[in-house]
């Protein structure tokens, strides 16, 4: 049986409302044409297999104006979302092939905290994009290498670590966090407490695939092209687009011992650091600052216990300010005895707070995974994270505790405070990456976490950190450095200018990569 429905005029209008925001939803989804939204070349149109992939959709617009730090928002003209690396090459030399050409920036994961990786009006590269078409991680061995691995420049370390972990193998340099990608972090330096010993991850490279300013794809290393290789390796981007990796390995642990040791006294704890890294046996050593009674979950997650945290709160009280040690020694389940023998040794030769005993043990992979993945957030009211980041000559750390440490950093609410040292014969100088010239300098790292409308606070206590440096002759460098003048730069880089500049012109003569770096731009 039918029955009749019958339909009321305000039903129709209804009806009609819902068609008409469907259809608006449908229309504003599709990409846009970049022709008609985006002029990125005006003697020039994109190239037939590259033009579908440049996008100017508000989605894509929108997220590439972010990153971690939440601070900088640059609008590019388009997005590029390739599928290859001719892609990219195609679109590097459509852009020299303007009059005036536009910029390009590579985009890992957005974790850059001060625009690094934005366009503004050019193009940013989702390298994302990549790892979507194809596989990128390869472990191989040669007689003359050893065990290595091939790895795409979008391909995440966390990705990289399993990989290898399934040969039984691994990187011998990490950052803390695993969520980057392998061109982001070799494009800086790539940090962590395995440095001290194996030296940043821009240490552990055999041959890199890099897409220059030109758009040229070349294959460089130590012995071929060399002057590529050593020049991106750190480079802040500016020559290149880093699409391959050839990556040291190593035989990869299975298990960790991790401890963390307190200190009340800045000589004593930077003294056994010092010692530390000289010694043989840690596999990992970083330092962190305590500086009130709300210590981070990770902290009270791996080590902590209600009984251990009345006694550092009663600590605090009394210093202000904590210092700690995080050291970390590699084994295989057969060597547990060995290893607790050695650790047992060492720390008796530590002058730590010994009532405190922090101590895990974990798998590998665990220690390396330890920290989640942080998400970037595309909203005004996310977390914004005005970090700065520091190298200190060792020279200096006293004032630069007395100074900055003791009387500047408590100023704020800071979540998380780094400082560990490095040992500077593990830097490969003729790499553009910047250090102090003293064998032995520390990082310093501010990773503050703040509301948008605190971010000026947080940077107010940078630049007064900064300014300390400065008046007191503190020669600084910055790691994930930030300048809004031609002239720090030119500080920055020091004896290593010239070449910088040189470098530029040959690779990138038309200043295309990296604007946000804002450099030459």
């Known amino acids: 049986m039918i029955t009749h429905c019958h339909i009321r005029p305000w039903h129709f209008i209804f009806y009609l409302v819902i068609i008409t925001i469907f259809h608006i939803s449908f229309v504003s989804a599709k990409p846009s044409n970049p022709l008609e939204t985006a002029v990125l070349c005006k003697d020039q149109i994109p190239p037939p297999h590259i033009r579908n992939k440049i996008l100017t959709s508000s989605d894509s617009i929108t997220n590439a104006s972010y990153d971690y730090g939440n601070i900088v928002h640059k609008i590019p003209s388009a997005v590029f979302y390739p599928s290859s690396i001719t892609d990219i090459i195609e679109l590097i030399e459509y852009s020299n092939n303007c009059s005036t050409p536009f910029s390009v920036a590579a985009r890992g994961q957005g974790h850059s905290v001060r625009g690094q990786a934005m366009a503004y009006k050019g193009v940013v590269v989702e390298m994302a994009s990549l790892s979507k078409k194809r596989s990128g991680i390869r472990v191989s061995w040669s007689s003359s290498s050893g065990f290595y691995a091939d790895i795409g420049g979008d391909e995440l370390w966390i990705d990289v670590l399993l990989a290898a972990l399934k040969h039984g193998v691994t990187p011998v340099s990490w950052t803390d966090y695993l969520y980057l990608t392998v061109g982001g972090t070799l494009s800086n330096a790539g940090i962590s407490g395995q440095s001290f010993l194996h030296g940043p991850q821009i ?97 009270r997650s791996s080590f902590n216990s209600s009984s251990n945290q009345e006694k550092i709160t009663l600590l605090l009280r009394e210093h202000r300010l904590l210092y700690a040690i995080e050291l970390v020694k590699y084994y295989d389940d057969q060597d547990v005895h060995r290893v607790n023998k050695e650790f047992e040794m060492l720390l008796k030769e530590m002058n730590f707070f010994r009532s405190l005993n922090f101590s895990a043990d974990v798998s590998y992979f665990d220690f390396l995974a330890r920290v989640p993945r942080l998400d970037v957030l595309s909203t005004p009211q996310s977390p914004t994270h005005p970090w700065l980041n520091l190298f200190v000559p060792k020279s200096r750390i006293h004032d630069f505790n007395d100074g900055v440490l003791v009387n500047l950093i408590p100023k704020i609410d800071t979540e998380l405070i780094i400082f560990y040292p490095f040992n500077r014969d593990k830097w490969d100088s003729r790499m553009s990456a910047v250090t102090p010239d003293e064998n032995i300098f520390y990082t310093l790292g501010l990773l503050h976490s703040s509301s948008p409308n605190e971010t000026k606070i947080y940077d107010k206590v940078n630049n007064e950190i900064l300014r300390f440096c400065l008046k007191n002759n503190i020669k600084i460098k910055q790691y994930l450095p930030h300048y809004k003048s031609r002239e720090d730069w030119i500080k920055h880089y020091g004896s290593k200018w010239n070449d910088f500049q040189e470098m530029k012109a040959k690779f990138d003569p038309r200043l295309i990569l990296s604007p946000g770096q804002r450099i030459f731009n």
């Open 203 to 299: 240490s552990n490279v055999l041959e890199l695939d890099v897409i220059t300013g030109k758009g040229e794809l070349i294959t460089c290393s130590k012995d071929d092209e060399p002057e590529l290789f050593y020049a991106v390796l750190g480079g802040l981007g500016q020559f290149g687009i880093i699409t391959r990796a050839r990556i040291v390995m190593a035989k990869a642990p299975t298990r960790v011992k991790w401890v963390r040791l307190l200190y009340s006294n800045f000589s004593i704890y930077t003294k056994d650091q010092e010692t530390l890294i000289s010694s043989k046996v840690p596999n990992y050593v970083e330092g962190l600052l305590i500086l009130n009674e709300t210590i981070p979950d990770s902290w």
